[in-house]
C-alpha cells in the first residue's frame, strides 16, 4: 500500500531511506589530501549541480565518515565521476578501512588532489561554503577545472548499481533501418528470431569446419545443463525437425558425445563436455565479433534481461 507521511508525522528513516533511494543519482568518489599529504577519498551519490556561474557543485558528508576530519577540512578535493564498468571501485571506497588507493593508478590534480582513473569526468574544486545539514555537513566546491570523458556514467538507484540507457518510449534508441518499418518488426519473438540468426550466420561456418552443427551442439548444451534427459523431452526442447533430430542423435552417439541413460533417455559422455567446451569457446568469439557494434554494458543488459524472460518460463514449467 503506497503510504504518505506529513510533516507534523514521525519520520521512519528506514522507509525514508527506501523513498529516496527511488530517486537515481550518479556516483563519484571524491578525493582530497589529509594529513601529511596522504590520499583521502570515499564514494558519495550526493553530487549535484548548483551553479554555472560561478560554477559551483556541492556534496553532503556524514559525519560518522571516518575521512570527517580530511574531508570537511579539505580547502581543496576532487570529484571522479564513475564511469559504468567502476562498480568495484566504488564499493572499494564505500567501505571503511584498509589503504583504498593501493594498486590505483590514480594521479596528481590541482594542488596534488588525487584523480581517479578511466571515470566518466573530473571535477577540481576549491572549497566555497560549508552549511549544517544535520547529520552531514552540506559542502559547495568551486570548480576550478573539468574534463569530461567519452564514458557512460554509473547510476545508483533502489539501492543497486544501473547503468544509463536511452528510453525506448522517448525516441533514445537510434535504429539505422532500410525500407518502411512494419508492424511486424515491433514484436517480440520475430525480433529474437532476426537477432538469432544474424548471431548465428557467422557461428555456422565455423561449426562446419569443425563438422558439427547447430542442432548436434543444442542437444550438447541441453545434456550438459539439464543432464540424462528423454528423447521426447530433447526434441521439443531442441526445436528440431523430427528427422534433424534423428540425425543430430545418430552422429553424436556415433563420435561418442552422448549415449543411452536407459529409460529412452541419453546423456552427455565426457567427451561430449570436452567437444561443447571448445563449440562454447568459438562460439564466444563469434559472438564477440556480431557484437561488436554494441558496448559491454548493452550486452551484459541484454543478457541479463534474456536470461530472466528464460528462467521465468522455465521455473513455470
Known amino acids: 500500500m503506497n503510504e504518505v507521511v506529513r510533516a507534523h508525522e514521525v519520520i521512519d528513516t528506514r522507509e525514508m531511506r527506501r523513498a529516496?533511494?527511488?530517486f537515481a543519482t550518479g556516483v563519484t568518489i571524491v578525493t582530497c589530501l589529509g594529513e601529511e599529504g596522504a590520499p583521502v577519498g570515499m564514494t558519495a551519490n550526493s553530487f549535484a549541480s548548483v551553479s554555472l556561474d560561478p560554477p559551483l557543485v556541492l556534496w553532503s558528508l556524514d559525519r560518522r565518515a571516518r575521512s570527517f576530519a580530511a574531508l570537511s577540512q579539505a580547502e581543496r578535493f576532487a570529484f571522479s565521476v564513475l564511469s559504468q564498468d567502476q562498480v568495484e571501485l566504488s564499493n572499494?571506497?564505500?567501505k571503511p578501512g584498509a589503504d583504498k588507493f593501493a594498486d590505483i593508478a590514480w594521479r596528481p590534480g590541482?594542488?596534488?588532489?588525487?584523480?581517479?582513473p578511466d571515470p566518466a569526468a573530473h571535477f577540481e574544486c576549491t572549497r566555497h561554503a560549508a552549511f549544517d545539514g544535520g547529520d552531514h555537513l552540506i559542502i559547495v566546491g568551486r570548480v576550478e577545472r573539468f574534463v569530461r570523458y567519452d564514458r557512460r556514467g554509473l547510476v545508483f538507484a533502489e539501492g543497486r548499481y544501473g547503468a544509463i540507457a536511452p528510453h525506448p518510449g522517448a525516441g533514445g534508441v537510434a535504429v539505422e533501418e532500410e525500407g518502411a518499418r512494419h508492424p511486424y518488426d515491433d514484436f517480440l519473438l520475430p525480433?529474437?528470431?532476426?537477432?538469432?540468426?544474424h548471431l548465428f550466420r557467422g557461428f555456422a561456418d565455423s561449426l562446419t569446419v569443425e563438422e558439427t552443427d547447430g542442432g548436434q551442439m543444442r542437444i550438447l548444451s541441453i545434456l550438459s545443463a539439464a543432464g540424462p534427459t528423454s528423447i521426447g523431452e530433447l526434441l521439443t526442447r531442441t526445436m528440431l525437425s523430427q528427422s534433424r533430430f534423428d540425425d543430430a542423435c545418430n552422429v553424436l552417439g556415433r563420435l561418442g558425445y552422448v549415449t543411452s541413460a536407459g529409460a529412452g533417455a541419453l546423456a552427455i559422455t565426457a567427451q561430449g563436455e570436452a567437444k561443447?567446451?571448445?563449440?562454447?569457446?568459438?562460439?564466444?568469439?563469434?559472438?564477440?565479433e556480431s557484437t561488436g557494434s554494441l558496448d559491454a554494458t548493452e550486452v551484459e543488459m541484454l543478457r541479463a534481461l534474456l536470461r530472466k524472460l528464460v528462467f521465468h518460463h522455465e521455473g513455470e514449467r
Do not use: D, I, K, T
Open 276 to 288: 561443447l567446451a571448445e563449440l562454447l569457446r568459438h562460439a564466444a568469439e563469434r559472438e564477440r
Open 92 to 94: 572499494r571506497f564505500a
Open 110 to 116: 590541482l594542488g596534488g588532489v588525487p584523480l581517479l
Open 191 to 197: 525480433l529474437l528470431f532476426r537477432a538469432y540468426s
Open 20 to 22: 529516496l533511494g527511488q
